[in-house]
């Protein structure tokens, strides 16, 4: 089945203390990106990657860093979490080289900074 | 740069009534307009697509037509139901030199009562 893995589903955390999201993909898309969902700002792109060891900052990239050391993998990782980082993030992945195809999503992670 | 607008939420109707989601774009080039869907706590799906003018994407009862001469991609459904309550997403696909971008909108709340 095509999907879209992301871990943890569900996130508590302290500020400070390093954490990392996990996303993986197994319908060999080159192109994978991160976004936080927060009422009334709707989905912003945090950061994308177009294929391996290629990255880029998206529209909020502050306080984020991603790595794609393979195609199928592409965490999200936060140094130092702050409470303005409490949101909902989804992962998604699609074929980078043509307009017209859909992403995919993964389930979501809720994260809570205390 | 490329944007999309929708209609704020949200939608409050009755099992049965008829829904239209507005929605806009802007855009240089000929972009991809899709509509994504996100029940609650889920993930986003790919509702219904278009690529180009004039184009009718269609699923589960909801349609949309791709507008260029006014730029829209309303979400039309005939009659509603309760398990259509969800947030929908607009979003606009374009090539550019950081691939194939996905834009969305801010989402728009339908909630639909027996």
């Known amino acids: 089945e095509a999907q879209v893995t992301q871990n943890p589903r569900y996130l508590i955390t302290v500020t400070g203390k390093k954490l990392t999201v996990t996303c993986s993909q197994n319908m060999n898309h080159e192109y994978m990106s991160w976004y936080r969902q927060d009422p009334g700002l709707g989905l912003r792109q945090i950061y994308y990657?177009?294929?391996?060891?290629?990255?880029d900052k998206g529209d909020v990239p502050e306080g984020y860093k991603v790595s794609r050391k393979e195609k199928r993998n592409f965490p999200l990782i936060l140094e130092s979490p702050s409470p303005n980082q409490t949101s909902l993030y989804f992962c998604?992945?699609?074929?980078?080289?043509?307009?017209?195809?859909?992403?995919?999503f993964g389930q979501g992670t809720r994260l809570t900074v205390v | 740069g490329n944007s999309v607008t929708q209609m704020e939420g949200p939608v409050t109707l009755s099992e049965e009534a008829f829904l239209t989601i507005n929605c806009t774009y802007t855009a240089t080039g000929y972009p991809s307009l899709f509509w994504y869907v996100q029940y609650p706590g889920e993930g986003l799906q790919l509702l219904l697509k278009?690529?180009?003018?004039?184009d009718k994407g269609s699923n589960k009862g909801f349609e949309a037509t791709y507008r260029k001469e006014t730029t829209s991609f309303h979400l039309e459904k005939g009659s509603v139901q309760v398990s259509d309550s969800a947030v929908y997403f607009c979003a606009l696909s374009e090539v550019n030199q950081a691939g194939t971008a996905l834009i969305f909108g801010k989402g728009t709340t339908l909630s639909v009562s027996s």
């Open positions: 998604a992945s699609r074929t980078g080289k043509r307009r017209n195809t859909e992403a995919f």
């Open positions: 990657s177009m294929n391996v060891e290629v990255t």
């Open positions: 278009a690529t180009k003018a004039d």
